[in-house]
C-alpha cells in the first residue's frame, strides 16, 4: 500500500465549476498536510496547507481533513483554465515528507 | 513564501561526466535541504536530506557515490551526480523548510538533466 494515494486523473472540470481532488494516507501519525501544484514541467508550488481537522479557505482554495478517516481533500472554486495542473499531495510524518502521485486537472473552456 | 533557487535549469551532458546541481535558499538559512528526483508523469522521490555540516542521510535505494551531496553552509546545498549515464536522466528538485514549526516545504525550480 501506497503512503499516500491520489487518483492520477486527468479529471476534467469545466471553467467555473468546481474540482474536488482527494488524498489518502496511510499513517496515522501524519501531522502536516500540503497541496502543492505542479505545471508540466517546473516544480511544485505550496498552494495550501492544514494541520487540524475541519476547511480551511485561501481564496478559491478549499482543503478539508479529516484524521480519523485518514483523508485530505482541495476543492478549487471558479476553475479556471490557469488551474489545469497537476496537483500533489504531501503529508509530513515526523519530518518526513510523502507525495502522493498526482492528479492531473484539466480545466476545459 | 521562502524563495529557494536551483541552478542550473538545464543541463545536457555526455554519459562518464559529472554534473553539479546547486540549491541555495536566498532569504532564510536553512540547515536541512531535501534533494528529490521526478521522472516523467510519476511524483517525487526523495533521494536524500541535506543537512548542513554533517553527512546527507540517504534514502534507500539511493547511491551515496553516485550521488554526492555538499551542504557546506546554511545556505547552499549542492548534488553531483557523478559518471552520469543516459539513465540519471531525469528532473532533480531541491527543497527547504524554513519554518520547522509550519514545516511547509519550498521547492528550488528544478534541473532538468540529459545524458546523451
Known amino acids: 500500500q501506497k503512503e499516500v494515494e491520489q487518483n492520477s486523473g486527468p479529471l476534467s472540470v469545466p471553467e467555473g465549476a468546481i474540482a474536488s481532488l482527494n488524498c489518502t494516507y496511510s499513517?496515522?501519525?501524519?501531522?502536516?498536510f500540503f497541496w502543492y501544484r505542479q505545471y508540466s514541467g517546473k516544480s511544485p508550488e505550496l498552494i495550501m496547507s492544514?494541520?487540524?481537522?475541519g476547511d480551511k479557505e485561501d481564496g478559491r482554495f478549499t482543503a478539508q481533513l479529516n484524521k480519523a478517516s485518514q483523508y485530505v481533500s482541495l476543492l478549487i472554486r471558479d476553475s479556471q483554465p490557469s488551474d489545469s495542473a497537476t496537483y500533489l499531495c504531501a503529508v509530513d510524518s515526523w519530518g518526513k515528507f510523502q507525495f502522493g502521485a498526482g492528479t492531473q486537472v484539466v480545466v476545459t473552456p | 513564501g521562502a524563495v529557494v533557487s536551483q541552478h542550473p535549469s538545464r543541463v545536457i551532458c555526455k554519459s562518464g561526466t559529472s554534473v553539479k546541481i546547486e540549491c541555495r535558499s536566498l532569504d532564510f538559512q536553512a540547515t536541512t535541504m531535501f534533494w528529490y528526483r521526478q521522472f516523467p508523469k510519476q511524483s517525487l522521490m526523495l533521494m536524500a536530506t541535506?543537512?548542513?555540516?554533517?553527512?546527507?542521510?540517504?534514502e534507500q535505494g539511493v547511491e551515496k557515490d553516485k550521488f554526492l551531496i555538499n551542504h557546506a553552509s546554511l545556505t547552499l546545498s549542492t548534488l553531483t551526480v557523478t559518471s552520469a549515464h543516459p539513465e540519471d536522466s531525469s528532473f532533480y528538485i531541491c527543497s527547504a523548510t524554513q519554518d520547522k514549526n509550519t514545516g511547509e516545504l519550498f521547492f528550488g525550480e528544478g534541473s532538468r538533466l540529459t545524458v546523451l
Open positions: 541535506s543537512n548542513e555540516g554533517s553527512k546527507a542521510t540517504y
Open positions: 492544514i494541520y487540524s481537522n
Open positions: 499513517d496515522r501519525g501524519s501531522q502536516s
